[in-house]
């Protein structure tokens, strides 16, 4: 008899402290989690840090986080689960009283994109695992990753030479042998050209004024459509993500030059129907204005690159035109031909191998190597 008043007095003990975790097991309690860094570069490592703290007498023998995030950023160390492109990652946490917890992950960042933690869902469970409780923790975290410049050098060759010329630099600097004058100093000019005279006499940073032989600036005009007969989904993502890097790599290369440059797309960041145009700009933190329009691109287009040539890109013109595509036709030869004329120096750069004697030979035709092609 007296076993079963043991008991009984057990199974209510048990009831007991499982009602106690189930009112009071997220009392008192705080979670939190952010990236080390807001931005970072395809293939950098940052940080995840989660923070769990328990204000309250009452331990929690098991407590268990499930962030839920992009498969593209790579938790080092953890038994993650992968559903389409979602990553599920599970950690867990044994807490006293008055306790707090700190636990950082390492993050590589796989792929450019702009990746959120917008919540976690915990769960905690009583002293026997009777009960099990849940509860949604908001924590509204990101980090944007920006598109890794592609080498320019390495990556592609001619299309129509046999000789498999490289892209090159064009010569976008200041002619140094015509100076009509001295100007203020700024960011993006050179040490080198430093007027120490006028700097002394007017007490301002002085440089000489150098006459460009001609006015340059760069449009790069991105397609993304991987198939010109593509309506609404891209059937080979990964060609458009080879071509945003190339558009990266573009944009990188204007840093040595401090040539402007200006962007445009036949997509939308804003759910409209309206193709992205950038401002003209040149400098630093233009670039990285530009690499983070790149790193938001969705993975659709707004209307067909043929339509988007003939309507957005018919009033712009610079002196040296980039298109980027993953495929070549007829209109998109018409729009290089009819920019040439006009005196643009124009370069198509296709991120799909293109065979010898697919291209014309009046266009400055670009295509992927082999070996990236593989890639």
């Given at each position: 008899?007296?076993?079963?008043?043991?008991?009984?007095?057990?199974?209510?003990?048990?009831?007991?402290?499982?009602?106690?975790?189930?009112?009071?097991?997220?009392?008192?309690?705080?979670?939190?989690?952010?990236?080390?860094?807001?931005?970072?570069?395809?293939?950098?490592?940052?940080?995840?840090?989660?923070?769990?703290?328990?204000?309250?007498?009452?331990?929690?023998?098991?407590?268990?986080?499930e962030l839920t995030t992009s498969m593209y950023l790579d938790f080092a160390g953890s038994q993650s689960l992968i559903a389409d492109d979602t990553r599920f990652v599970p950690s867990f946490f044994m807490m006293r009283g008055h306790r707090r917890t700190v636990r950082s992950w390492n993050v590589r960042c796989a792929k450019r994109g702009v990746y959120e933690v917008q919540k976690c869902i915990l769960l905690v469970t009583d002293l026997l695992g009777l009960k099990t409780t849940s509860h949604v923790a908001e924590v509204n975290t990101a980090?944007?990753?920006?598109?890794?410049?592609?080498?320019?050098?390495?990556?592609?060759t001619s299309a129509n030479r046999l000789q498999g010329?490289?892209?090159?630099?064009?010569?976008?600097?200041?002619?140094?042998?015509?100076?009509?004058?001295?100007?203020?100093?700024?960011?993006?000019?050179?040490?080198?050209?430093?007027?120490?005279?006028?700097?002394?006499?007017?007490?301002?940073?002085?440089?000489?004024n150098n006459q460009q032989t001609a006015e340059q600036n760069m449009l790069v005009l991105l397609n993304l459509q991987s198939r010109?007969?593509?309506?609404?989904?891209?059937?080979?993502?990964?060609?458009?993500?080879?071509?945003?890097?190339?558009?990266a790599g573009f944009f990188d290369d204007t840093?040595?030059?401090?040539?402007?440059?200006?962007?445009?797309?036949?997509?939308?960041?804003?759910?409209?129907?309206?193709?992205i145009v950038t401002n003209e700009f040149s400098g630093q933190e233009h670039v990285l204005d530009l690499m983070r329009t790149l790193a938001r691109l969705p993975m659709q287009f707004t209307e067909?690159?043929?339509?988007?040539?003939?309507?957005?890109?018919?009033?712009?013109t610079?002196?040296?035109?980039?298109?980027?595509?993953?495929?070549?036709?007829?209109?998109?030869?018409?729009?290089?031909r009819a920019r040439k004329e006009a005196g643009c120096h124009v370069k198509i750069v296709c991120v799909t191998h293109l065979d010898m004697g697919e291209a014309p030979d009046d266009l400055e035709i670009y295509t992927i190597t082999e070996e990236e092609a593989a890639q």
């Amino acid at each position: 008899m007296e076993f079963f008043y043991v008991v009984v007095v057990l199974l209510i003990l048990a009831v007991a402290q499982a009602q106690v975790y189930k009112h009071l097991g997220f009392r008192a309690l705080d979670y939190d989690c952010k990236f080390s860094e807001n931005e970072a570069s395809e293939g950098d490592e940052i940080k995840l840090v989660e923070t769990v703290s328990n204000h309250k007498m009452l331990p929690l023998p098991w407590l268990r986080s499930e962030l839920t995030t992009s498969m593209y950023l790579d938790f080092a160390g953890s038994q993650s689960l992968i559903a389409d492109d979602t990553r599920f990652v599970p950690s867990f946490f044994m807490m006293r009283g008055h306790r707090r917890t700190v636990r950082s992950w390492n993050v590589r960042c796989a792929k450019r994109g702009v990746y959120e933690v917008q919540k976690c869902i915990l769960l905690v469970t009583d002293l026997l695992g009777l009960k099990t409780t849940s509860h949604v923790a908001e924590v509204n975290t990101a980090v944007t990753v920006l598109p890794r410049p592609m080498d320019l050098q390495g990556s592609f060759t001619s299309a129509n030479r046999l000789q498999g010329d490289i892209i090159v630099r064009r010569n976008y600097l200041d002619d140094p042998f015509y100076r009509v004058g001295v100007r203020e100093y700024t960011p993006r000019d050179s040490m080198r050209n430093i007027h120490w005279a006028a700097t002394a006499r007017t007490g301002k940073l002085m440089v000489h004024n150098n006459q460009q032989t001609a006015e340059q600036n760069m449009l790069v005009l991105l397609n993304l459509q991987s198939r010109s007969y593509e309506t609404v989904n891209i059937s080979d993502k990964d060609r458009i993500e080879t071509a945003i890097r190339v558009c990266a790599g573009f944009f990188d290369d204007t840093l040595r030059s401090g040539l402007p440059v200006r962007f445009a797309a036949n997509t939308s960041l804003d759910g409209t129907d309206r193709a992205i145009v950038t401002n003209e700009f040149s400098g630093q933190e233009h670039v990285l204005d530009l690499m983070r329009t790149l790193a938001r691109l969705p993975m659709q287009f707004t209307e067909s690159f043929s339509a988007f040539l003939r309507g957005t890109c018919d009033p712009l013109t610079a002196s040296d035109i980039v298109i980027v595509t993953a495929y070549v036709n007829d209109a998109l030869y018409d729009y290089a031909r009819a920019r040439k004329e006009a005196g643009c120096h124009v370069k198509i750069v296709c991120v799909t191998h293109l065979d010898m004697g697919e291209a014309p030979d009046d266009l400055e035709i670009y295509t992927i190597t082999e070996e990236e092609a593989a890639q």
